[in-house]
T-cell receptor, first 114, second 113 residues
């Protein structure tokens, strides 16, 4: 069965420092991977996706993610964190069926400190 | 475009009551889905639809019904509310092709007492 793991409940980073939010996955076949962000009391917003092609995917708000097939990882990164990046981040994988069902990780709270 | 809209934003129910959470999208998306979000559990799929007249169950469908009579609307019905259904509910839509990202509504916070 398809699954996604986000091993960190919370990541703390100082403003201006690089940040990484980790995600590992388990799928049969080729993975379709996504990152979403949720600000307080809001719905989820799409950040970026990996379908095929380059392993480094660029997305919204300066975020990027690196797809690593051998390590089955899809970590979210940003070179310099901003206070406005503080939010809840979700990794997701398509479930492998012909539909667009997503399986979400449990989320990682990113706290950017001044 | 308004995107994905949900009503109401907040709702309090007593155990045993029924209600319908509304969801609408104006992007002509074929795929729509309902998730519930609970602390420490991420988002779990309740029901989904790949087009008008077609619905199917997700991971946690018990206690919920859906229908899809039009492309735009995808209401979620709670048949007899239980405290375990206290959660935040999100509706999402996307183009049917599986490589497309989903667009989420702002959510409905439901409390069942």
């Amino acid at each position: 069965a398809q699954s996604v793991a986000q091993p960190e409940d919370q990541v703390n980073v100082a403003e201006g420092n690089p940040l990484t939010v980790k995600c590992t996955y388990s799928v049969s076949g080729n993975p379709y991977l996504f990152w979403y962000v949720q600000y307080p009391n809001r719905g989820l917003q799409f950040l970026l996706k990996y379908i095929t092609g380059d392993n480094l995917v660029k997305g919204s708000y300066g975020f990027e993610a690196e797809f690593n097939k051998s390590q089955t990882s899809f970590h979210l990164k940003k070179p310099s964190a901003l206070g406005s990046d503080s939010a809840l981040y979700f990794c997701a994988v398509r479930d492998g069926s012909a539909t667009n069902k997503l399986i979400f990780g449990t989320g990682t709270l990113l706290a950017v400190q001044p | 475009n308004a995107g994905v809209t949900q009503t109401p934003k907040f709702q309090v129910l007593k155990t045993g009551q029924s209600m319908t959470l509304q969801c609408a999208q104006d992007m002509n998306h074929e795929y729509m889905s309902w998730y519930r979000q609970d602390p420490g559990m991420g988002l779990r799929l309740i029901h989904y639809s790949v087009g008008a007249g077609i619905t199917d169950q997700g991971e946690v469908p018990n206690g919920y019904n859906v229908s899809r009579s039009t492309t735009e609307d995808f209401p979620l019905r709670l048949l007899s509310a239980a405290p375990s259904q206290t959660s935040v509910y999100f509706c999402a839509s996307s183009q049917r092709t599986t490589s497309y990202e989903q667009y989420f509504g702002p959510g409905t916070r439901l409390t069942v007492t």
